[in-house]
């Protein structure tokens, strides 16, 4: 009985290595798993981490950190890595509090220069990634530079103040949910019913998952990718915006820390570093486990720097669980087959 339970051809056998495999080796599954687990023990470990107060505050920089991560996964969807996260971030805020306060521009048009100008900045670096063959690392690492010398520029190295209603809406709730929140949800919500439903959405999929077999089926391959870079170049500003008003008075380079987290949520969300089908909502949850991990550690005295070591320990784990686990399936299965040929050949 004990040898047939333990039997890896057995049908037990065989659904526990597929539960084992959907687990370990990426997908959606995981992220839901670890967020509800680091849920349930957060009181344990900071009895006051989820006080009413406390996961209030911390849902508006999940938000933030949500649409961040859409930005940074349209472009790992194709195959690239964008580091230019900072400097649009910043752009975006300096935009939307420094254009209505220094330069008198109306509301609506400081919010719209805010997404607007982060999406042509996004726009070049796709351009020049797809029509010049410049490697990303290297474009968006230069537009990085650019759009902080830019941000510095515009405020003469002083930082400005988000417009009242900015402020208010960001800072609001509906019922007892913080509007950010609710904003965040219907970004990603929509976002994933294009990406999954609509004809622009499965053709950057496709791209993603191979440019040759895209091109060969006629696809407009560059246009799809510049277009990734343009719409992340849109996230990246309505986060900056959101940001903005929930902090009010943001720091000129406060993006700085969102760069290693934006990757870290696309990856813990199941989109693959090699490009692919893309997960917004997993995305998200993986930007709430993130913030709630930050809020946990910081709860029970871990610095700043101690909190990016454990974000990377966390990306690192995750990306060597996806190295390893197919290697070991596959040697089980080879394992499997040759004791089945045996048995067989008996």
């Given amino acids: 009985m004990f040898a047939k339970t333990s039997d890896p051809n057995s049908p037990a056998g065989m659904r526990m290595e597929s539960l084992w495999r959907r687990v370990f080796s990426g997908g959606q599954a995981p992220i839901w798993i670890a967020t509800v ?8 470990v900071a009895p006051g981490s989820l006080k009413y107060s406390a996961v209030v505050g911390m849902l508006p920089f999940a938000a933030v950190l949500a649409i961040a991560a859409v930005g940074q996964m349209l472009v790992i969807q194709q195959r690239g890595l964008d580091l230019s996260v900072p400097g649009m971030m910043a752009f975006g805020a300096a935009l939307v509090t420094g254009l209505s306060q220094w330069y008198g521009w109306p509301l609506w048009a400081a919010i719209a ?32 530079a650019l759009l902080l010398g830019t941000v510095f520029a515009l ?27 609710i904003f965040a949800v219907v970004v990603i919500v929509i976002g994933g019913f294009i990406s999954q439903r ?5 053709k950057l999929t496709a791209v993603g998952v191979s440019d040759r077999a895209a091109t060969a089926a006629g696809f407009r391959v560059k246009l799809y990718q510049t277009m990734a870079y343009a719409l992340a170049g849109v996230a990246y500003g309505i986060a ?5 008003g929930y902090v009010t008075t943001p720091p000129l380079f406060f993006a ?12 813990l969300g199941g989109t693959a570093l090699t490009g692919g089908r ?7 949850v993986a930007a709430l486990f ?19 070591i454990a974000q990377a320990f966390v990306l690192l784990v995750v990306i060597l669980a996806r190295a390893i686990v197919p290697m070991i399936t596959r040697s089980v299965r080879a394992r499997r087959e040759v004791a089945r040929t045996a048995v067989t050949s008996a």
């Fill in 198 to 202: 609509s004809i622009v959405g499965r």
């Fill in 278 to 284: 893309a997960a917004l909502i997993s995305t998200g």
């Fill in 113 to 144: 220069g805010a997404v607007i100008f982060p999406g042509i900045a996004g726009l070049i670096n796709g351009i020049v990634v797809t029509r010049f063959g410049v490697m990303p690392l290297v474009v968006t690492l230069g537009m990085n």
């Fill in 155 to 181: 405020s003469n190295g002083t930082p400005a103040g988000a417009p009242q209603e900015v402020a208010d809406f960001t800072k609001g709730e509906w019922g007892i949910v913080p509007n950010a929140l």
């Fill in 37 to 44: 687990l680091l849920f349930a023990v957060s009181p344990l």
């Fill in 290 to 308: 993130l913030t709630q991990l930050g809020q946990l550690l910081r709860a029970v005295g871990w610095q700043e720097s101690y909190q990016l």
């Fill in 240 to 244: 900056a915006i959101l940001y903005a």
């Fill in 256 to 267: 700085d820390s969102y760069l290693l987290p934006t990757v870290t949520a696309v990856v």
